[in-house]
DNA sequence: ACGGCTATAACT
DNA sequence: TAGTTATAG
């Protein structure tokens, strides 16, 4: 069992080398002859050719492997050069292989402690003497940098097409300015000429991993073989860590790696990185900056003997607790403009009878019409709905007050889906400027209404039969009605109509006790009316086109809306992972930074949080608060910490929808696209550049 | 039948 | 999406 090993001290640095092919380049040098052949050591010749130990680069890439057997490898690769482990004793004799190793270590060890970790592996610890280096030699003090140093692959360095690597390294060696770097830089300064002095006596390559630890070390000297070495910079960790099958971690390649993978498999990439990072400590999590409750809901349970056995119960119940959600959602409405567009219904059964009763009692949800009234009848649709599939629709018919088949031990309703009220428009500016809405009259109330509209759910009463759109946010002071541009149906009329479309989907007016299972609302054959209507009704959601993105606020809502989308939906696991990584997550950089090296100081990095948490606090923080002024009246603290934090927001142009762009106006356009081509600088957040400053509110307005 | 209720979020 | 499930204060 691998035994945790906290870091000690902090920026040390580390060297892993690992010869290439080590055996082959043993017999080659044995066996001049050979070289840059394609060649293999095989170990034992009795059977199907003995078996390959080592396989140099040019049978590689004639696709030989290790673990092939002679005889395949010649199949795959005819010309391949097969030579044998010397034997003694009957068995392999791998002492020249030995005592060749001992040749590298012994030159390996002169710039500092020198762990022998396997026949063709060291580790090195040069951190006194990149300190020294850096100390007395930095490497921007040398005129010139070592050829092989150059060589170095910089995990994590911008490697553009058409930009010179060397040069690029040049850069990062020399100009970094990060000390740990340096320290790095000045390890790979040594490390390369260790590697060439090592060529030089021996005349075999090596290639190396220069890291703050061993693991990363190790990881990373096999990531460029032959004859290369490869640099693990703080900034990288990360992302080499997330990418990286577990099995490639030293002493996970057995069977704890493979459980290991195989149980984070089952639980998923984000679940598994999840767990990986918590182990560490390491958690990236923001404080979300939300002050509202995302839902309301309201429940109760009815444990045993309580259990509500009869419609009516139930409906009592519902209406208890719709009547409370009503209300909450009433006061969030006027004390923090936002409308709740979904209605969910849970509940808890049991059915006596049948050993099914394990079912779940299915949860049900939809459009949330506003008014007490309304959600007490939808919110019974939904109930009823849901019994009749929690039943079955063979079960027997139960007429009369009571069953004895189930009983409900908890119900609850919720709202969800809570957003705020467009903001931004003239109307709403203007509901804004007038009175509260408390003591709001009705025009004002009107005004608000009709600007909300678009956020509604998008229609759902356009069934064939019913052609009549039906507004779908409604106040709960029956004197409100909304007005969407088709003439308005009266409550009454409107529900009548409904009734005697869908008798069965109104509950409402049903005697309370005279339930059967047939006047349940069906979802399938039987009643297709019923279920066409409660589908439409009360099933439909309100994503449809989604029209409570579109029209209000400008192209910020749509992007955000758009991105969200398409973020949660495809790119999954790794590149998404990447994708999440990559906006300079840095809080998550830095806590794992200082996890695994015991560091104080941040990189500086641009500050942008995920792009959608801007977009949420600006929208939908400001409780008690209008949205925003004008301009120079006061603002309270709350939207005072929003303008100040705003200045420091900004997008990342990989999240930015191309889109987008065609709907600012042209000057704007120029100046966006201008900033978007370079597309490197994650961090430009100057004030008046800023995609974020664009869409500010209180600029360009 | 014994914790109830509220709320959030991942996942499918 | 809608619905399920788990979790937590």
Same mark, same amino acid.
């Given at each position: 069992m691998p035994v945790a090993r906290p870091e000690t001290s902090d920026s040390r640095v580390i060297a892993h080398v690992d010869m290439d092919c080590f055996y082959v380049q043993v017999e080659q040098r044995k066996h001049p002859e050979l070289r840059g052949l394609p060649t293999a050591v095989v170990q034992?010749? *009795?059977?199907?050719g003995g078996g390959l130990i080592a396989v140099s680069y040019e049978a590689r890439k004639c696709g030989v492997k290790r673990s092939m057997r002679g005889a395949e490898s010649k199949q795959v690769c005819p010309e391949i050069q097969l030579v044998q482990v010397p034997v003694a004793r009957g068995k392999a004799d791998l002492n020249s292989y030995r005592s060749a190793g001992s040749e590298v270590v012994s030159i390996l060890s002169r710039k500092g402690r020198c762990e022998r970790a396997s026949i063709d592996e060291v580790y090195l610890d040069l951190t006194e003497a990149a300190e020294t280096m850096l100390a007395e030699a930095p490497p921007e003090s040398l005129e010139a940098i070592d050829e092989e140093a150059l060589k170095s692959h910089v995990l994590g360095l911008n490697n553009e097409d058409g930009s010179d690597a060397r040069e690029n390294v040049r850069k990062w060696i020399c100009n970094s300015n990060e000390r740990r770097d340096k320290l790095l830089a000045c390890g790979a300064l040594i490390v390369a000429e260790l590697r060439l002095q090592v060529l030089k006596e021996t005349e075999f390559t090596c290639s190396a991993g220069i890291a703050h630890n061993k693991m990363l070390a190790k990881l990373a000297s096999g990531m460029n073989k032959p004859a290369q070495q490869t640099i693990v910079p703080l900034s990288s960790v990360k992302g080499l860590l997330d990418s990286l099958p577990i099995k490639k971690m030293k002493q996970l390649g057995g069977k704890l790696g493979s459980s290991l993978q195989t149980d984070l498999e089952r639980y998923g990439i984000n679940t598994g990185t999840w767990l990986w990072n918590i182990a560490r400590g390491i958690s990236g999590e923001e404080v979300e900056g939300r002050l509202l409750p995302k839902s309301h809901g309201s429940g109760k349970t009815f444990p045993g003997p309580q259990a509500l056995k009869t419609i009516s119960s139930v409906q009592h119940w519902l209406n208890e607790l719709c009547e409370d959600l009503s209300e909450r959602l009433q006061l969030d409405l006027e004390q923090n403009k936002r409308i709740a567009h979904t209605l969910v219904l849970h509940a808890t059964a049991y059915k006596a009878s049948d050993s099914d009763s394990q079912k779940k009692f299915p949860s049900k949800s939809c459009s949330l019409r506003y008014g007490a009234a309304k959600i007490q009848e939808d919110a019974l649709s939904l109930f009823q709905a849901a019994l009749r599939e929690y039943l079955g629709l063979f079960t027997a018919k139960i007429q009369g007050s009571q069953n004895n088949q189930w009983g409900i031990t908890s119900l609850s309703v919720s709202a969800s889906k809570i957003v705020p009220i467009p903001s931004g428009t003239a109307s709403i500016m203007k509901y804004f400027h007038g009175r509260q809405p408390s003591t709001s009259t009705n025009q004002s109330q009107n005004n608000l209404i009709e600007e909300s509209a678009p956020l509604s759910p998008s229609d759902n009463d356009n069934d064939s039969e019913v052609k009549i759109t039906k507004p779908q946010i409604e106040f709960p002071g029956e004197e409100t009605r909304m007005n969407y541009? +088709?003439? *308005?149906?009266?409550q009454p009329e409107d529900r009548n109509l409904l009734n005697d479309q869908n008798p069965c989907c109104s509950s409402k007016n049903q005697a309370q006790d005279e339930f059967t299972l047939d006047s349940l609302p069906l979802s399938t054959s039987g009643s297709e009316k019923c279920s066409a209507g409660n589908q439409s009704q009360l099933m439909k959601n309100y994503s449809g086109e989604e029209p409570c993105v579109k029209p209000a606020m400008p192209s910020v809502n749509r992007q955000e809306q758009k991105r969200k989308s398409v973020n949660d939906k495809g790119t999954s696991s790794i590149l998404r992972f990447f994708k999440n990584q990559d906006p300079s997550c840095a809080q998550q950089k830095l806590e794992h930074v200082e996890n695994i090296e015991d560091v104080k100081a941040p990189v500086t990095l641009g500050p942008q949080s995920r792009s959608d948490n801007c977009l949420d606090r600006n929208q939908s923080e400001l409780p008690n608060e209008r949205p925003f002024e004008e301009t120079g009246t006061s603002s309270s603290s709350v939207s005072a910490q929003f303008e100040q934090r705003r200045g420091v927001w900004s997008y990342n142009t990989d999240e930015?929808? /191309?889109? +987008?762009?065609?709907?600012? /106006?042209p000057e704007i356009q120029q100046e966006v696209r201008a900033w978007l081509r370079p597309h490197k600088r994650h961090n430009v957040a100057k004030r008046g550049s800023s995609i974020a400053d664009y869409f500010s509110p209180t600029k360009n307005a």
């Open positions: 034992y010749n *009795s059977w199907k541009g +088709v003439p *308005s149906l009266d930015i929808d /191309p889109s +987008v762009i065609d709907e600012l /106006p």
